[in-house]
């Protein structure tokens, strides 16, 4: 295999479908590793303090198309200061001045600057898509410098992120010259855009295929835009309100018939139902249907929508569709693949969906592998039934809104339902954890959960054996993060070896202990061990039998990050 | 666990005195371990114990005269604390004269943890987990938890329920902490059945008319702060838009046979058929629909097939409208908000010319019975 010239093999590692294989195949020699590294154009790095930068540029140096993640997945719920850390301005400029050629970046959970924008705006001419999902610390002003400078741009696509309204009609900025959107996703902005700047732009980008508005956008421009993009796949509605008698709503009905492409559709942040019916045309061919923010729509309307869409493979809803509603679904869409069911009031704890609704979706639905479900409570019986019903799952989180509740009929811990479904389900790669759990869980966790990568922990276990459980039966765990659970420093301390395999280890208001967290830190001098200590819990000199509050470890090549600030003590 | 008695704490906190009498009798019987929480009933019929937090109870009186008690909730720990996911109707109690600064903390002196040092307090007190373990009080919203604890009295059970499990959560293993749960479940379920109307769910529903906002664990449940956010603050706009009050006004015409002239209704400000008949009525004096029933259940009660037949032959006129469709219906069959979004027109028909309608009506109502 050595004597294959150097350009055979990259044609060959083009095939590699994802970077685990290329990871993979660039440990098999010298040769390998540098022909690999150098063909590498897409690159993925989980976690954006595993490494700096420069090494980053040094290994893959031919980067095209760059995705990081920052915060860990607990900063999405406020557990981490948004100060706390995984700003992108030290990447755009190590790749601004090493990699000009640089054509995609994807930011989740970071901070990214107005200046940041800028500077990527201005400092690389290929560049043509941006995504950011979760991130914060801009404003429209950082969308405006995109939208203006970068020429070829295809994709700028917004996903629930915290945006500042800046000075700049960031909309109004892309020149006559751009022709070249594809998707365009500013559904989660909260601030006008200018309607008639959005018309002309969506009237001459003839490849337009995605376009998510927000909720300023009216119905009436709704239908403008589509005429003009009648060949939209992707299609995210602002606001849908109109009296249905209206010479509006007449035409928009007319111009959804044009749109025969349709297969995603979104938003409907403000919605009077019953304008629904004419979109009722498009929906027999949706294959993604996103009502997670569409609180207006519900009862008979939802209902009626939902029968309306047979191909349905992924559904976000809120859980105002009630038990009777998911039994529509069951009914209907029996391509449902993923399906997510989030709360619509989840602090004054009032939910529609119980175990019921779920049950009747794992029959109705056998190909249903992604849940998302939040409720108010649930049974082991219903578990195990939906695990014999549906064992498929790789992504399985169910999220019961008050902390440690027990099986509501028998009162006993939901161990058995949980192990129902972690036997059951054998390609389980994602799990997420409520009620009242004991060790028992974890016992089955890590008897039958093999391809488990992710858990998450929160108000669970009784000792501090669940997380060994886990530790050594989960070969391939990479994520772990546990809340409010009894784990202490014997268990933290039991296997410290498996860190170094994993992304990262997040525990918060455990038994863990300071010194407990400095052995650690000892032991595994790879690994980062933060412990982040907001509003002044410790003091200058903190005794270490102090429980830690949070703490958060990750594996690094280049040691202790320096923009830590002063809340966050590297061990 | 605790929530059912959450819920129910704030159910009766809507009620009458009399409920919290009640209410104080019975936490005497879960035994206080604390001595400093003692009853109080801040409506006014006993006395207040002294307290260390004697300032903070004559502020929090008032505010307590003058919030909506669908902000009275249970949130323990020391005040000061951040709560970076405070709902407003939360914020409304918060921002109301407490001082951010710590100034007693009622749960940590109800556990008797209080003692060690602040060290300790300080991080216990942040802890969701001994907190969510006793009802999802939780150290970030000392502020809230100490007006709320003072000022109902209904929930202090809990904290003699608390403390011996906070205890045990510190102190021995969890496990204790468990199985003492489990027990306590079984009471507090029954103890809040008892008292109060069953109307909770195996959870902290509240049964309240008003919204009370609960104990909230920080960051929990795990929603992204975005739909957290977009949640609080769309939740007004929506209610407008949807269902009844749509946008402005929905004019219809009305006609009637042998009238010399129409007459337009609003739609919109009538919310059943009772009202539209009435209305129409005293704008056509001769016309009467009043039979028809507000949504299809009662209305089959009243279109039985006798009732209809003297209906029309005792009347001259039926109530009719065209659809979407171009169809011309009976008023009275459909749920009222399917009629208002299908109404185009109305039409006062002769009854002689209304035959081919009424028997349908008339066959709906069989087929339904």
Sequence with gaps: MTFFPEEVLEHIFSFLPSHQHRNSISLVSKTWFKVERLSRHRVFVGNCYALTPQRLIARFPRVRALTLKGKPHVADFNSVSPHWGCFVFPWIVALAQNCPSLQEIKLKRMVVSDNSLDLLSRSFPNFNSLVLVGCNGFTTDGLAAIASNCRLLEVLDLQENEVQEGISQWLSCFPESCTSLVSLNFASLKGQVDLTALEKLVARCPNLRSLRLNRTVPLDMLQKILVRAPQLVDLGIGSYVQQTRSESYVKLCNSVLNCKSVQNLSGFWEVFPPCLPAIYPVCWNLTSLNLSYARGIRGLHLNRLIRQCQKLQRLWILDCIGDMGLEVVANTCKDLQELRVFPSDPYNAISSVTEGGLVAISIGCPKLHSLLYFCLQMTNAALITIAKNCPNFTYFRLCILNPKMPDHITLQPLDEGFGAIVQSCKKLRRLSLSGFLTDKVFLYIGMYAEQLEMLSVAFAGKGDKGMLYVLNGCRNLRKLEIRDSPFDDAALLADVVKYERMRFLWISSCEVTLGGCKALAKKVPMLNVEIINEEDQMEENPDDSMKVEKMYLYRTLDGPRKDAPDFVWAL | ?369
């Design chain 2, 1 to 369: 666990m605790s929530p059912p008695l959450l819920g129910v704490g704030e159910e009766e906190e809507g009620q009458s005195n009399v409920t919290i009498l009640a209410s104080s009798a019975s936490m005497d019987s879960v035994g206080q371990n604390s001595s400093e929480l003692k009853e109080r009933n801040y409506m006014g019929l006993s006395d207040c114990s002294s307290v260390d937090s004697s300032a903070i109870s004559g502020v929090s009186n008032e505010s307590k005269s003058r919030m909506n008690l669908k902000a009275t909730e249970l949130r323990l720990g020391l005040p000061g604390s951040r709560s970076p996911e405070r709902d407003p109707e939360c914020c409304l109690l918060s921002t109301a004269e407490l001082n951010e600064k710590p100034l007693f903390p009622l749960h940590p002196s109800a556990d008797g943890i209080f003692s060690s040092s602040q060290k300790n307090i300080v991080s216990r007190n942040k802890r969701g987990f001994s907190d969510a373990m006793d009802g999802f009080s939780e150290g970030k919203f000392l502020a809230n938890s100490e007006v709320n604890v003072m000022l109902s009295p209904r929930p202090t059970p809990n904290l003699g329920v608390k403390p011996g499990s906070a205890k045990e959560s510190t102190g021995a293993p969890a496990a204790k902490m468990k199985e003492i749960a489990s027990p306590k479940i079984g009471q507090d379920r029954s103890r809040a059945a008892n008292e109060t109307s069953p109307n909770h769910m195996g959870s902290a529903n509240n049964g309240n008319s008003a919204p009370a906002t609960k104990a909230q664990v920080v960051g929990w449940p795990p929603i992204r702060s975005f739909r957290k956010n977009t949640l609080a603050t769309t939740s007004k706009n929506t209610d407008e838009v949807d269902g009844k009050a749509g946008p402005g006004a929905l004019f219809v015409k009305v006609s009637m046979d042998g009238a010399p002239y129409l007459r337009k209704v609003d739609l919109r400000t009538y919310s059943a058929y009772q009202e539209l008949s009435s209305a129409l009525e005293k704008m056509f004096s001769c016309f009467t629909i009043g039979q028809y029933g507000s949504h299809g259940a009662s209305g089959r009660e009243m279109l039985s097939e006798s009732k209809l037949k003297d209906l029309l032959h005792g009347s001259e006129y039926v109530l009719t409208y065209e659809d979407k469709d171009g169809d011309w219906m009976l008023v009275g069959d459909v749920p009222w908000e399917m009629f208002i979004d299908t109404c185009k027109r109305l039409r006062i028909m002769k009854s002689a010319d209304a035959i081919g309608l009424a028997p349908r009506a008339v066959e709906k109502s069989k087929n339904r019975n």
